[in-house]
């Protein structure tokens, strides 16, 4: 069912990134790889959150270790998830503040952490901020992908996409976004969707779902007969 409604929506999938190409090509060109101090944040985020992740990405670039502290803040946070209390101690801002920055330097000086993280996290534990390290780490891996020429896209179906149709797939989004870039799918189960597909990479959704057509058809046959 799935690759048949993929098959059935590839045109429609070109035509609906074809109307968006041109933005997606003037982000491709804002991605290029930058060299020594040309670095560059490869695009404009916004708010606190957006800020950290920022000042992460360039420090990290700048030292030529953006591999490593990718790598490293990735595991904050999955050790963020695994410990309830590792969790407990970054979101518990009852901790006195030196004992918290004190703590997130042994900590992770001992599991081998570059000066970079290391630093970056002491300054979200001096400033109180550790509790958003997730939804910065998100925005900070955003960035490094768009500096590698990376797209994520999330495929949604209810069964998982045969070879054939996700090899289809990439190169649909590989013709639309550039031979320049990376097409990373990642393909999710998600049984609320009833059948079909929905597509998402960036701010782009493509949504082949029974469930939203059959929401369509009922909005359709609510509508008022006109004769």
Do not use: C, W
Not at 5 to 17: A, D, E, V
Not at 163 to 181: A, F, M, P, R, V
């Amino acid at each position: 069912m799935a690759a048949r409604h993929l098959r059935s929506g590839l045109p429609l999938l070109r035509n609906h990134l074809a109307a968006v190409a041109q933005g997606s090509r003037g982000f491709a060109s804002q991605v290029a790889k930058p060299t020594g101090k040309q670095i560059k944040v490869p695009e404009a985020l916004y708010g606190g959150t957006g800020n950290y992740a920022s000042a992460l990405f360039l420090t990290a670039a700048k030292g030529n270790v953006l591999d490593k502290v990718d790598f490293e803040i990735k595991t904050v946070v999955e050790a963020s998830k695994k410990s309830p209390m590792f969790s407990q101690f970054i979101k518990d801002l009852s901790v006195p503040k030196e004992t918290r920055v004190k703590a997130i330097i042994e900590i992770f000086a001992e599991a081998g952490f570059s000066d970079v993280t290391k630093n970056f996290l002491a300054v979200l534990a001096d400033n109180g901020r550790l509790k958003y390290i997730e939804r910065i780490a998100e925005r900070f891996v955003d960035l490094t992908m768009a500096h590698k020429g990376e797209v994520k896209v999330v495929v949604r179906t209810v069964i998982p996409l045969p070879e054939k149709e996700e090899k289809e797939l990439k190169e649909t989004l590989q013709d639309i976004l550039g031979k320049n870039k990376t097409i990373l799918v990642e393909q999710k189960i998600d049984y609320s969707i009833m059948g079909g597909l929905v597509i998402e990479f960036g701010q782009k959704v493509f949504d082949m779902s029974i469930k939203t057509r059959a929401k369509q058809m009922e909005s359709f046959l609510r509508q008022p007969l006109e004769f």
